[in-house]
């Protein structure tokens, strides 16, 4: 992703705070200055409103009036919306003016004509991502055979064009079936997205394995950056901005975001002053579903759903006083027919931004806005928390619908009563509205599911941003080389080049008994063999051996796999027979041990223990269909639940990012419905997966393939497919933030010129004075000065704590504000490992010439 080094500025604030008004006022005064300014809102309704204000505004100017436009279905041809767009950008005259466009439409077009010339607001937060969700057992090829897919991370695989013809069918096309295809086929076209699958799914129904159409086919798309940043300024407004959803799936991609100020003050408050109004009343203790409303309970006799109950409870509650309400689509008809008598009015599903609700004074939301497990999935793979996605999704949508009422009048104080679904949204909804009242809906016997309780993770906002901030910080770790496999194979790099990217104290201080420019000086062996053969682990001859002289090394991955294979064939008295390996190189020099973590120098290939669980080995491979691995059976087992698994990787790791790719293994298989031993023990219901989790760490040995001691013939099944790539796995990593990654650099394939050492100090010096210039701008200055600060730090020509504390004492000095330096230095920072590659050419002279 690549945001242009270009911040995303953002106007956060609760509902009918005025940003839209404000931002109406602010385009049409930037307008009048000569620029040109593009509104982006969520509907045609919102253009309606806010349209009429803007041009009102305009004219009333007493100097030359300000242009501005509008491009929609109501004031363009049928079906020429986008082709009118593209035809005024391309000649929109010199003067400033404001265009009203809809958000839909901004994002589909599929040029823009000098962006650098336009500013653009986008009023709501827009939707980051889209999903394609259907069932293809046998017509898949539609869209499969148009795409191909590679390698992207644990679970992930991205997704391209392939053939480019069928895809423009499939998204412009009249076709009544390709229109099933058209959204993911424009947003695998757009450059402005990047579309993934999950590797499971997607290789699955390739392969006809979907069991008669039980699993459909799923391909998300996910809007980047580069949509709005292409522009001279980006300005994004929504509620509770730094909850959304856009927000969490930027922010771990590296994007920058800064309130806008002028906009930011212009707002009428902050936090909401009328929470004194809201009672809010919630029906269930459980967490609410679909299946969980579906479900039938008995009343007077005849069985109905919890959603039915819950609507005809909310109601009695209401009383004859007129209310708005808010359904799922497939109850809106039974909801219509209940409330026929009523005075109800449906809410639409996207109420954003809509002020002609506001005499209502009661509000129903009886609904589930929970994403599909398989949604889920996808966006915790980008560090998304269950909590985050509930927060994002479900309780921002019930919020939107529940500020659409009276309580966008800042003068009214008539009560207003709400009623939700369950008392995890209820709470949501009461910390927003400082004062209100919180109570169970009486009389409310629902169908349950079992105890659930909204956790708390933060006492308040601020800690949540403290929290949020913090791991932002903790993603800044240790720096891990990986992936340089292909290259000593091919002859592509040097012992000289292997031993400054491993060995070298630039990467980590634990190895300085090794000179940075003569690996044959080494004390435990001579690295220059990694150049022409293959290091595939250390043998041993018992749990207990510390010999680890013995080491394996074979020409390539499949005389690997083969050498695995003779071993099967073998046969011991017991297990305590055989050898065992290690994937690790050991230096028995460093710490007090001779295989412990602190000798471990580097890692190949992963290892797993599977015992005494549910998950047959044939499930563990269709979780990563496409990736090779060996499975075999135990000495004393031929049970297809107990096995060891070999995956080769494509490079060399380090302890850390061993661990990592571990721990994404694991994520992957719980994903799929599977528990850990431990979660068993405590009662989960949930098969178990069975991986032993004291054998996921680089010191530990797994006995090698062999006929089981009963005699029989066991099993060892080769998956044919790609090695883990260790660089994709690490940089995409889908832990959950709250578990940082290390940070992965990667290897450039040619040094910079080398410079002496002490140009570093004279160059940060040189950003540093720049933080206070108005010109570049202080933000901006001290952001750059950050960015190449610590990318210098890391490379070993600074010391940390001297730039973050130059750098904050230059901030003070420049009068920025306190709230705006840790930001502003941690995105720095965290965007720093993207420069390191350039300095470490200074390191390495200045190591030599000192």
């Known amino acids: ?38 509104i982006a809102q969520p509907t045609k309704t919102c253009i309606d409103e806010w349209f009429a204000k803007a ?12 242009p501005v436009y509008r491009f929609d279905s109501s004031t363009c041809e049928d079906g020429q919306v986008i082709t009118t767009i593209m035809g005024h950008l391309k000649c929109p005259g010199e003067e400033g003016q404001v265009l009203f466009l809809t958000q839909q439409a901004l994002l589909r077009l599929p040029y823009f004509h000098r962006p650098e010339h336009w500013h653009v607001i986008v009023d709501e937060i827009p939707a980051p991502d889209v999903m394609f969700c259907r069932h293809l057992p046998y017509n898949h090829e539609i869209i499969t055979s148009a795409i191909s897919w590679q390698d992207y991370s644990a679970d992930n695989v991205k997704v391209a064009a392939k053939d480019n013809a069928k895809l423009r069918r499939l998204a412009d096309g009249d076709d009544a079936v390709d229109a099933e295809f058209r959204t993911i086929a424009r947003a695998i076209l757009d450059p402005d997205y990047d579309v993934f699958a999950i590797r499971e799914n997607i290789e699955r129904t390739v392969a006809g394995d979907t069991e008669t159409g039980k699993y459909p086919l799923y391909l998300f798309g996910v809007l980047k950056p580069s949509a709005f940043t292409k522009f001279a300024s980006a300005i994004i407004m929504g509620a509770h901005f730094e909850e959304s959803l856009l927000h969490h799936l930027w922010a771990v991609q590296g994007a920058v975001f800064e309130p806008h100020r002028q906009l930011t003050n212009a707002l009428r408050f902050q936090q909401h002053q009328n929470g004194h109004r809201v009672s809010i009343h919630y029906l269930a203790d459980d967490s609410w579903s679909k299946k969980l409303g579906g479900k039938k309970v008995t009343v007077d006799g005849s069985e109905i759903s919890n959603t039915i109950l819950g609507l005809t409870k909310a109601s009695g509650l209401v009383g004859d006083q007129p209310f708005l309400y808010q359904v799922n689509k497939d109850v809106e008809d039974a909801a219509e027919e209940l409330f026929a008598q009523l005075p109800a009015t449906a809410l639409p599903h996207k109420p954003h931004g809509m002020n002609k609700f506001s005499e209502f004074h009661n509000v129903v939301v009886v609904a589930s806005f929970l994403p599909t497990p398989m949604q889920c999935r996808f966006l915790s793979n980008f560090g998304i928390t269950p909590d985050q996605i509930r927060d994002a999704i479900c309780h921002q949508t019930v919020y939107q619908a529940v500020m659409r009422c009276s309580l966008r009048d800042l003068h009214c104080d008539v009560p207003v009563r709400v009623v939700v679904t369950d008392v995890g949204v209820a709470q949501w909804l009461a910390d927003q509205f400082p004062g209100c009242t919180m109570v169970h809906a009486p009389g409310v016997q629902l169908a349950k599911k079992g105890k659930w309780q909204r956790k708390r993770l933060h006492a308040d906002n601020s800690a949540r941003v403290r929290a949020y901030r913090k791991r932002q910080d903790e993603q800044i770790g240790e720096v891990e080389l990986a992936n340089i496999l292909p290259g000593i194979q091919n002859g592509k790099i040097s012992p000289l080049r292997l031993a400054n990217n491993i060995y070298s104290p630039i990467v980590t201080s634990k190895h300085d008994h090794l000179p940075l420019a003569d690996t044959s000086a080494s004390d435990f062996m001579d690295l220059s063999i990694l150049e022409r053969e293959l290091f595939a682990g250390t043998l041993f001859r018992h749990i207990r051996d510390t010999n680890t002289t013995r080491h394996l090394f074979l020409k390539s991955m499949g005389d690997m796999i083969e050498w695995l294979r003779r071993c099967h064939g073998l046969t011991y008295q017991n297990k305590h027979s055989n050898m065992l390996i290690s994937p690790t190189l050991f230096n028995p020099t460093l710490g007090d041990k001779s295989r412990g973590r602190e000798n471990a120098v580097i890692t190949w290939g992963i290892w797993l223990d599977i015992d005494d669980g549910d998950m047959p080995y044939t499930a563990f491979a269709k979780m990563f269909a496409g990736k090779s691995m060996v499975v075999y059976n135990t000495a004393s087992s031929t049970n297809d639940t107990r096995y060891r698994v070999f995956m080769p990787t494509t490079g060399y790791m380090m302890a850390e990012t061993y661990d990592s790719i571990c721990k994404q293994i694991i994520k992957v298989v719980q ?51 790609d090695p883990i790539n260790p660089t994709l796995w690490v940089q995409n990593n889908i832990l959950p933030v709250d578990m940082p990654p290390p940070v992965l650099i990667a290897v450039p394939d040619e040094l910079p010129m080398p410079e002496d050492q002490s140009h570093a100090t004279a160059f940060f010096d040189r950003l540093v004075t720049a933080i206070g210039d108005v010109i570049l701008g202080r933000n901006c200055g001290l952001y750059r000065a950050s960015l190449h600060g610590f990318a210098m730090a890391s490379a070993g020509l600074l010391d940390t704590w001297m730039v973050e504390t130059r750098l904050e004492q230059a901030a003070f000095a420049a009068g920025l504000e306190k709230r705006e330096i840790g930001p502003t230095i941690r995105s720095g920072r965290y965007n720093s490992k993207n420069q390191i590659g350039r300095y470490m050419g200074w390191a390495a002279h200045g190591n030599v010439a000192a």
């Open 1 to 38: 992703m690549e945001i242009k080094g270009k911040r995303i500025f953002t106007v956060s604030s609760p509902a009918s705070a005025g940003k839209t008004d404000a931002a109406v006022t602010y385009a049409v005064d930037m307008a009048a200055k000569g620029h040109k300014v593009i």
């Open 55 to 66: 041009l009102e505004r305009a004219r009333s100017r007493r100097k030359k009036p300000v």
């Open 671 to 721: 994903s799929n419905g599977y528990c850990s031993p431990r979660q068993r023990k405590r009662g989960s219901a949930k098969p178990c997966h069975g991986i032993d989790p004291t054998k996921l760490s680089v010191e530990n040995m797994m006995y090698l393939p062999c006929k089981p001691v009963d005699g029989s013939d066991g099993f060892f099944q080769v998956f044919d497919g």
